[in-house]
């Protein structure tokens, strides 16, 4: 029997609010596709990766690649960040996708019953796949048509090697083939060939539009058009990617200050001898991933902030040089970032041979066609209700495509929903809202005590390629965690998925509690006291007990002498109705 089987047999059922989850179980709320970090995390400390893989793999089946390149907004919430640096919940994703890489180890493949019912996927990237992996759960035939000659998407065309190693991409995908999902690669689905509508009479009973937003932003800046030596980042990107590795110029400026715009200025760098970026904000502004930043910074890449392009200078149909004006920050715009404007009379040129445009991205939608009847919103994505359905019936649609340029993890939870929708819309069950509201199980949990210097353990940094050793090669950069740093890093958790009960009523206010308590998080307070200042549950005797977010999960409190404070548990999992319809084989082969 499996472990989520025993977790639902011992468990309690609850219904809790999301804001509950959002206020308590912070990492795994903030995260888009709600991977359970704190539980994860448990296992890693307890040395059972294969169980902690498998966790992971519940909410998303690209763990191995989100371990290389998630920018982890999970860390962005965690508590143990709220006095210290949080836990590398990402790194030590990563350690564990590794282990089970590295060491070849084979999870079982599910039993799945197939349906009669078949869906098709246009795009093989990481909504479509996580779509098409969950369907392919649920018994669904399902087919994911791909234009390009490998599937990977924007993973595997747009993000570099020295950041995310093409064998990871693909240990993720062999999973979903494992579930029986059929990719037809070089194989575009849209006009002039099949249509979608054409896939719907085909006997496809819906038709789940990933396609991505593959087409850069133009600078719209005289000298632009038809001069040589100016290319989109997302065009030079794939050139290397695809094993071109010829330098693009011996001067080379990047224009932006996203994460794209990052990636191609340090893969330029690998390539040429001169690499600037040419941003209009400061840096402080840039929404480019902070570290990835710094590194381009050690590696030599050259910043020209509030600095924005407004000429190209061409000589003999070539890149000569970039006039630019100086820029200022004014009033905040719709983003809460303050709006750069030009500073009069500051044009200045940068000399350079090749102009990589990387001001943002947008999906192609031509090949839809001039009568597909979608709408299409001001900012030229794909409109769709909140269950990712278009305005036609039968045809969803997500990631990229809807959403524009964003993150993997936020196109893996696109995929899950649009699975979750496409399901209920096949069944002729109707399509639920977003939910205020989720279930979960409150379990037993017997907590081993936290160490007494828990504070003082520092976060584990994972050990970088020296900056020497970059040049002119695309090795891996970010080496990951030893087993040793990966289990101290675990520790660090304060398994913010523990709650601590108070049965107030039964209490007989002995005080032992709150003397226990390394950090004062369990109280007696007069019920009397106006001020409320700990907001208590309050006892029939009038005295109160007070729990507090400070509480850090030790477990001295549990030792209560009339057995009033209890600790559970609190397993969310939001695929549940996906993953209910798996039936997994015990035992783990290698």
């Not at 980042?233 to 400026?253: I, T, Y």
């Not at 991933?289 to 149909?317: D, M, S, T």
Request: charged share 30%.
């Amino acid at each position: 029997m499996n472990q989520s089987t025993l977790t639902e047999k011992r468990g309690i059922r609850a219904l809790v609010d999301l804001d509950w989850l959002q206020e308590n179980i912070r990492c795994q709320h903030r995260c888009p596709a709600h991977m359970d970090a704190p539980g994860y995390i448990r296992l890693i400390q307890e040395g059972k990766y294969i169980e902690s893989y498998k966790l992971m793999k519940e909410t998303n089946p690209f763990p191995a690649v989100c371990g290389y390149i998630c920018p982890h907004p999970c860390e962005s919430k965690c508590k143990r960040g709220d006095f210290d640096r949080p836990v590398a919940i990402d790194a030590l994703k990563r350690f564990v996708t590794d282990h089970i890489y590295k060491n070849k180890i084979k999870i079982p493949k599910p039993k799945i019953q197939q349906k009669d019912e078949k869906v098709a996927v246009i795009g093989a990237g990481p909504a479509g796949l996580t779509a098409a992996n969950d369907l392919a759960g649920m018994g669904y035939r399902v087919t994911v048509f791909e234009k390009e000659s490998q599937v990977g998407g924007m993973m595997m065309w747009a993000i570099p090697s020295y950041r995310l190693p093409r064998e990871q991409i693909m240990f993720d995908v062999s999973d979903i083939l494992e579930r029986g999902v059929e990719i037809k690669t070089n194989t575009p689905i849209g006009h002039p060939g099949k249509t979608v509508s054409d896939l719907l009479n085909e006997g496809y009973k819906a038709v789940f539009i990933a396609v991505g937003a593959q087409k850069g932003k133009r600078l719209e800046v005289p000298g632009e058009e038809g001069t040589e030596g100016v290319m989109d980042c997302l065009e030079f990107l794939k050139r290397v990617n695809d094993g071109d590795m010829r330098s693009p110029g011996k001067k080379v400026a990047v224009i932006g200050g996203g994460n794209s715009a990052i990636d191609a200025a340090r893969t330029s760098n690998r390539l040429s001898p001169e690499v600037s970026i040419v941003y209009r904000r400061t840096r402080g502004e840039m929404p480019a991933l902070p570290w990835e930043v710094e590194e381009a910074e050690h590696e030599g890449v050259q910043f020209h902030f509030l600095a924005a392009p407004i000429k190209i200078i061409k000589e003999h149909g070539k890149v000569k040089a970039l006039e630019c004006i100086k820029m200022r920050l004014g009033k905040p715009d719709s983003t809460g970032r303050r709006r750069p404007e030009p500073v009069p009379n500051s044009e200045f040129t940068i000399e350079t041979d090749c102009i990589i445009t990387a001001v943002s991205q947008e999906p192609d939608l031509k090949f839809l066609g001039d009568d597909s009847g979608l709408d299409v919103t001001k900012w030229g994505t794909l409109g769709v209700n909140d269950s990712l359905m278009t305005n036609k019936k039968g045809i969803f649609a997500g990631g990229d495509v809807t959403l524009g340029p964003s993150t993997v993890i936020e196109c893996i939870a696109q995929g899950h929903r649009a699975a979750k929708s496409i399901d209920r819309f096949i069944r002729g069950v109707e399509i639920q809202e977003p939910k205020k509201k989720v279930w979960v199980t409150l379990v037993d949990d017997d907590i081993n005590l936290r160490e007494e210097n828990y504070d003082a353990v520092s976060r584990q940094a994972m050990d970088l390629l020296p900056v020497s050793e970059r040049a002119g090669t695309f090795d891996l950069v970010e080496l990951g965690l030893t087993e040793e740093q990966a289990r101290i890093e675990s520790a660090r958790c304060l398994k913010c998925d523990l709650s601590i009960n108070v049965e107030t009523n039964e209490c007989v206010l002995c005080g032992r509690c709150s003397m226990v308590c390394p950090v004062g998080a369990l109280k007696q307070v007069d019920a009397y006291d106006e001020g409320k200042g700990y907001q208590p549950f309050v006892s029939k005797d009038g005295i109160v007990i007070k729990y507090t977010g400070r509480c850090i999960r030790c477990g001295n409190c549990k030792d209560c002498p009339v057995g009033v404070i209890s600790q559970k548990r609190v397993v969310w999992k939001p695929n549940e109705e996906i993953n209910k319809t798996l039936e997994e084989r015990e035992g783990v082969g290698k």
